[in-house]
C-alpha cells in the first residue's frame, strides 16, 4: 500500500510540473510581439512590430504621411514644426497633445520615452549623429529613415511608411492619383516647344534661397512643363540649403517667380533690387499654395497637388477644364477625409495665414 500510494504521490507530481511547463510556454508565446522587416530610406533593414499603434513621427513630413494614410490619431510624439500646421491641426486634433522631444538639435530621450511609441520615424541626419541613435537603441525603440530627393524617392517612401502603419492599400492609392495626376498634366504640356515653355525661378523660405539641380522641386517643376532657372547654376551651399544672388536672378530674369513663404511675395513685388525683373513687372510672382504643408516643398507630401496648381499656373490656356478648387476639395476628402470649405479652400490656395510663427 505504501509503496501504491508513493507510485501515485509520484504521477501526480508530474502531471503537475508538467502542466506548469505547459501552462508557461502558453503565457511565453501570448507576450512574444509578431515583427515584421522594412527597409526604410537610408537603405537600413529595421524590424518593427506586425501591429503598430503608437508612433513617434519626428520628422515634420512622415506625420503629414502618417495622416494622410490614416493613421494620424496613432501619433503620439512630433517634432515641434508638425504643431505648426493649421490644417493638420483641423483634420487631427490629436496631434496638438502629442509630446514634443524634438525642437531642434538632439531628441529628449526623457520626453521620448514618456510618449511609448512603437517606431519613430525621422530624418536622414539622424545616422550621423551617434549620441541621437544611441537614445532610440538604449529605449528598444526601432527607427525608420524618412528621406527623399525624387518623385521615385517621395513613392518609395509613401509606400514604406504604409507598411510600417499598415496601410499599403492607401499608400498605393495615394501613389496611382500622383501618377496620374503627372500623366494628365504631361499629355497637355508635352507638345510646348521648348523655347516657348516658362522659365522659373523657385523662392524656397527666403527670397534668394532656391531649389539646385537634383531636387524633388525641379522634378516636378520640369512635370507641369516649366523650366529652372535654378538648375543650370552652381548654387552657394550653406548647411543643408542651396543660395544664389540678386545679381544672379537679375541675370537669368525668369519669367515667372514661384515662392513658398507667406510675405516673400509681397517683399519681391516692392523691393527695388527686384523691379526690373520682368515676372515682377508682368506681375507673375504667385505665392504656391499651402494646405497640410507648403505646396511644392522639398518635403510636401502635396506634390501631385503642385504639379496641377503650376502647370495651370503657367499655361492656363491648356487647362481651362481644370477647376483647382474641386481638385483640392476632392484630394484632401479621399486622402486626409477632410471636407474643406469654400472658404477654407480658398485661404489654402492663397497660401497665406496657413502656418503659426515660430516662437
Known amino acids: 500500500m505504501r509503496k501504491l500510494a508513493l507510485i501515485l504521490m509520484i ?40 501591429e503598430v499603434e503608437r508612433i513617434a513621427t519626428l520628422f515634420s513630413v512622415s506625420g503629414h504621411v502618417v495622416t494622410l494614410l490614416g493613421k494620424g490619431e496613432n501619433i503620439v510624439a512630433v517634432g515641434g514644426g508638425l504643431q505648426r500646421d ?11 497633445d502629442a509630446y514634443v522631444p ?36 538604449k529605449l528598444g525603440i526601432p527607427y525608420l529613415v524618412v528621406d527623399f530627393n525624387s518623385i521615385e524617392d517621395q513613392q518609395n517612401m509613401v509606400s514604406m511608411v504604409g507598411k510600417v502603419v499598415g496601410a499599403e492599400e492607401k499608400a498605393a492609392e495615394y501613389i496611382q492619383y500622383y501618377n496620374e495626376s503627372i500623366e494628365m498634366v504631361y499629355d497637355r504640356v508635352k507638345n510646348i516647344p521648348e523655347d516657348n515653355k516658362l522659365r522659373v525661378y523657385h523662392s524656397t523660405k527666403e527670397a534668394t534661397r532656391t531649389t539646385p539641380a537634383g531636387s524633388l522641386p525641379v522634378e516636378w517643376l520640369k512635370k507641369a512643363g516649366g523650366i529652372s532657372v535654378s538648375a543650370t547654376q552652381d548654387l552657394r551651399l550653406v548647411g543643408n540649403n542651396h543660395y544664389t544672388t540678386i545679381e544672379q536672378i537679375l541675370l537669368w530674369d525668369p519669367d515667372v517667380i514661384f515662392v ?62 481644370i477647376d483647382m478648387v474641386d481638385v483640392t476639395k476632392k484630394f484632401y476628402n479621399n486622402f486626409f477625409n477632410y471636407h474643406l470649405t469654400d472658404e477654407q479652400v480658398q485661404q489654402l490656395l492663397s497660401g497665406k495665414n496657413m502656418r503659426t510663427q515660430k516662437e
Open 86 to 96: 493649421l490644417l493638420l491641426l483641423e483634420i487631427c486634433p490629436t496631434i496638438k
Open 11 to 50: 504521477l501526480l507530481l508530474v502531471q503537475f510540473v508538467g502542466g506548469c511547463v505547459q501552462n508557461t510556454g502558453m503565457e511565453s508565446s501570448e507576450i512574444q510581439i509578431e515583427t515584421i522587416k522594412v527597409i526604410d530610406s537610408d537603405g537600413r533593414e529595421v524590424e518593427v512590430p506586425k
Open 260 to 321: 513658398n513663404d507667406d510675405g516673400i511675395d509681397e517683399y519681391i513685388m516692392n523691393h527695388d533690387h527686384w523691379k526690373n525683373l520682368k515676372a515682377v513687372q508682368e506681375e507673375k510672382v504667385y505665392l504656391l499654395p499651402n494646405g497640410v504643408s507648403r505646396w511644392g516643398h522639398p518635403n510636401s507630401i502635396e506634390t501631385p497637388l503642385v504639379i496641377i496648381w503650376a502647370a495651370k499656373t503657367l499655361y492656363p490656356d491648356y487647362f481651362q477644364d
Open 102 to 137: 524634438k525642437v531642434s538639435g538632439d531628441v529628449n530621450g526623457e520626453e521620448l520615452a514618456k510618449s511609448r511609441p512603437d517606431v519613430a520615424l525621422v530624418d536622414r541626419d539622424i545616422v550621423s549623429s551617434r549620441g541621437e541613435t544611441e537614445v532610440y537603441d
